[in-house]
C-alpha cells in the first residue's frame, strides 16, 4: 500500500485512457495531496497530476502553454482534451455539475448566440473528462474520472432554449434543456448572467457517460 494508506483503485477494462500504471500513479499523487491537505485536489494541480501520471506511465501528454487558452487543456497522445473538475460540498454522485465549462464575454447575451458559441468552443477539443471528488473525508477519500461524451454535449444544437424572465440578474440568465426521446431530462445549460457571465452545465446524468476510473483511500477505503 502506497504510504501505508489502504487503498481501492479501480480503472474500466474498457478505458482506452487509464492503464494499471496510470492508476496506481495519479492514485499515488492523490494520497500525497491529501497527507498534506483536507481540500480536494484544485484543477491546475489535477491538470498537471494527470500529465505527469500519463507521461510517467508512458503515454504522451502536454499541458497547454496559456492558462487563459480558450479550448483544450491538455493534449495526450496528440488529441485534445478538455478537463473538468467537481468538488463542491453537495455533490451528487449520479448528477454532473459543472460550475464553469466557459466564459460568455461580454458581446450580445442572445439565448441562441450564446449556444452557439458553446458549440464552436467543443471544436477546440475531441475528448471531454470531468474529475470528481466524491468525498474528502480524511477516513475515506473518493475521486473519479468520467467521460463527458462531446457527441452528447453536441445534442444542445437542438436545446429547448428558455429565459429566466423573473431573475433579477442583468443580463437574465436561462436554461437550454436537453431531452431524451421520452421527454426525461439529459442535462441543462445554464447561461449564467452573473459578474462572470460564463456556462454552467447542470442534472448531466452520468448514466449517460463513461466511469474510467475511482480512486478511494484512507482508513474506511476497504
Known amino acids: 500500500m502506497a504510504f501505508g494508506v489502504p487503498r481501492f483503485y479501480w480503472c474500466s ?4 485512457l487509464i492503464t494499471q500504471d496510470v492508476l496506481e500513479n495519479l492514485g499515488d499523487r492523490l494520497i500525497s495531496h491529501h497527507a498534506g491537505s483536507r481540500q ?6 489535477f491538470e498537471f497530476a494527470l500529465e505527469k501520471s500519463l507521461n510517467d506511465s508512458g503515454i504522451p501528454a502536454t499541458l497547454v502553454k496559456s492558462r487563459t487558452n480558450r479550448g483544450h487543456d ?6 485534445p482534451v478538455s478537463l473538468k473538475t467537481e468538488a463542491a460540498a453537495a455533490i451528487r454522485e449520479n448528477m454532473i ?7 460568455l464575454g461580454r458581446g450580445p447575451w442572445e439565448l441562441p448566440l450564446l449556444r452557439d458559441l458553446f458549440l464552436e468552443h467543443m471544436r477546440s477539443y ?16 473518493c475521486y473519479e474520472l468520467v467521460e463527458i461524451p462531446k ?11 428558455e429565459v429566466s424572465e423573473n431573475s433579477r440578474q442583468n443580463p437574465k440568465p436561462g436554461y437550454g434543456y436537453v431531452r431524451d426521446s421520452e421527454g426525461q431530462l439529459k442535462y441543462s445549460l445554464y447561461f449564467d448572467g ?13 448514466d449517460l457517460c463513461i466511469v474510467h476510473a475511482t480512486w478511494a483511500f484512507g482508513s474506511a477505503a476497504l
Open 194 to 206: 452573473g459578474s462572470e457571465r460564463k456556462l454552467q452545465i447542470k442534472h448531466l446524468r452520468k
Open 151 to 161: 457527441a452528447l454535449m453536441l445534442e444542445s444544437a437542438n436545446c429547448i432554449l
Open 126 to 141: 475531441e475528448r471531454i473528462f470531468t474529475f470528481r471528488c466524491l468525498s474528502a473525508d480524511p477516513e475515506r477519500v
Open 97 to 103: 455539475h459543472v460550475s464553469k465549462w466557459m466564459e
Open 13 to 16: 477494462p474498457i478505458s482506452d
Open 74 to 79: 491538455l493534449t495526450i497522445n496528440g488529441t
Open 40 to 45: 480536494a485536489l484544485s484543477k491546475d494541480r
